[in-house]
Each structure stands twice: as C-alpha cells, then as structure tokens.
C-alpha cells in the first residue's frame, strides 16, 4: 500500500517573526525556510509504518513555489521514496491545498494520508479535515500514537482532558500530534541518494484547483509588547501591589 504525506514549507520555528513594515504579512525575505516540524513527525511515522513492513511507498507532496522542493528533498533524505511538488506562487488556503491532495489521491489511490495537524505559519488546523470531508474518508486528528491493522487504523488522539482511541477503516486521513514520535534526521548518504529520487511537478490546475484566496487578510500586525516585571521584597508588598495597582484582589 501506499502512504501520501504532506509536507509544508514554512518559516523556521527558530526564526522570530517580523511584521511587514506595511502590515501586510510577515516579513519573508532572507528568513530561513523548514520544513513543518508536524510534518516532519507525520514523515517519520509513514516511513515507521513502511519498515515495519506494512506499506510499500512514500510519497511526500508539497503545495507552494519552486522552493518547495528543498521539503520534499528533506522528505526524501529521510526515506521517502518519491516527491510530488504542486507549483503555486502565494500562500493557498487549506481548502485550495485540501482540494489539490485530493486529486492526488484520486491519482495515487494510497490507503492512507498523514498530514501535520498544523502548520506552524498560519496555525489553520484545518486542511487534513477538509481533506477527509472532500474525500468522504474517516480521519483520525491529533494522533499521539498510530497502529495500522489489516484494513483498518487504530488512532490514540490528544484531546482535551484526555486520550481518545478511535479505530478507522481504511482508506483514512491521520494528522500528526507533538507527541506522536521523534523524527529522525537524514544521514550525510542518505541526503545524497535523495538527489536521485524523482519529483514530479504539478500545477494546481491539472487537479482543476483555482488558488485564488478566498479570505482578505486586512492587517497584520505584533502582539502587544509586555511589560517588565518587577522585583518585590517581600509578600506584604506583593499583595499591596496586587491589590491596589494591579487591582486582582
Ligand atoms: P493547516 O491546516 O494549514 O494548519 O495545515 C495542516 C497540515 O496540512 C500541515 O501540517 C501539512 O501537513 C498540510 N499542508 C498545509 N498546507 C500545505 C502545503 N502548502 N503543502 C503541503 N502540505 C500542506
């Protein structure tokens, strides 16, 4: 069987975001470029699931421009086997990238997709769902542990307060959780026979997808800056301050 991944190129999780002078966006030139680190988890877990013998090959897809292949290329240095990239210039929505994965399906037939359960850039936390509902698929969200069955996957999801196992048929929609595994990272080889792994090129428009936004973003702006705190001597003072200039008790 085969399993599809999708990976996201987004700003390093390092990086410290700047707003635009002109609040439009973030700035982006010069700014490292990663791959999402949910991605990278869902990656690890489809290439877990193929050397454990229960899958035959990984295809990682990316949605968005030329760079983008340097995230399938991380994908495949990992163990990926082959790459599909979707050009697209601009930021698609999760519908738009929603819609595009489903043609890939379509095309693939897979048993199983795994996406990141957000991306770290718009924290959207909505394109593996609507994949699911367009494909008419069970999905299995916030996985913090996966075990594929004969025809079916059992998903222990993160929830609030708790966990919840859910038992899918397959074919099925699963996104990664923080907790889910730790990926691995390429080795100096197998970073360069990646080099020779194929990546198809698409465009949005062999999946009969338009990109087009369908939000205006109206502004972009910083979070309030905080400020400092203070040092108090003792307790008595710490409730005066609490008290009568914080006003909290
Ligand atoms: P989001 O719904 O935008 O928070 O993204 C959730 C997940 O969908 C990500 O972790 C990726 O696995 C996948 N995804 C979103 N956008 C893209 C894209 N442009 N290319 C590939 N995968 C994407």
């Known amino acids: 069987m085969k399993i599809v991944v999708a990976v996201k190129r987004v700003v390093d999780y390092n990086v410290k975001i700047r707003v635009k002078a002109d609040q439009t966006g ?3 030139a010069g700014i490292k470029m990663s791959m999402n680190p949910f991605d990278e988890i869902a990656v690890e877990e489809a290439l877990r699931i193929k050397e454990a013998g229960k899958a035959k090959e ?18 495949l240095a990992m163990g990926a086997d082959r790459g599909i990239l979707v050009k697209a210039e601009g930021e698609v929505e999760p519908l738009g990238v929603a819609k595009i994965l489903k043609g890939i399906v379509e095309a693939e037939q897979p048993q199983l997709v795994i ?44 929830v609030d307060g708790g966990l919840e196992t859910v038992e899918l048929k397959l074919p099925a929609v699963v996104t990664s959780d923080l907790r889910l595994n730790e990926p691995r990272y390429a080795s100096l080889p197998n970073i360069m026979s990646a080099r020779k792994k194929p990546i198809a090129e698409k465009a949005p ?20 800056k905080r400020q400092a705190g203070v040092k108090v001597a003792n307790v008595a003072e710490l409730v005066d301050k609490l008290k009568n200039e914080a006003k909290v008790i």
Do not use: H, Y
């Not at 936390?125 to 004969?150: C, H, I, R, Y």
């Not at 062999?206 to 502004?219: C, E, I, N, S, Y």
């Open 26 to 28: 973030i700035e982006l």
């Open 205 to 224: 428009a062999d999946f009969g997808v338009d990109t087009a936004p369908r939000l205006k973003v109206l502004k972009v702006s910083e979070p309030a």
């Open 58 to 75: 990984v295809i990682a897809v990316s949605v968005g421009p030329a760079q983008a292949q340097e995230t399938i290329r991380t994908a």
């Open 115 to 158: 996406l990141g359960k957000q991306a770290i850039d718009n924290d959207c936390n909505q394109t593996g769902q609507m994949l699911a509902e367009l494909l008419g698929w069970p999905q299995g969200t916030f996985a913090s542990k996966v075990e594929l069955g004969a025809g079916e996957v059992k998903v222990v999801r993160e």
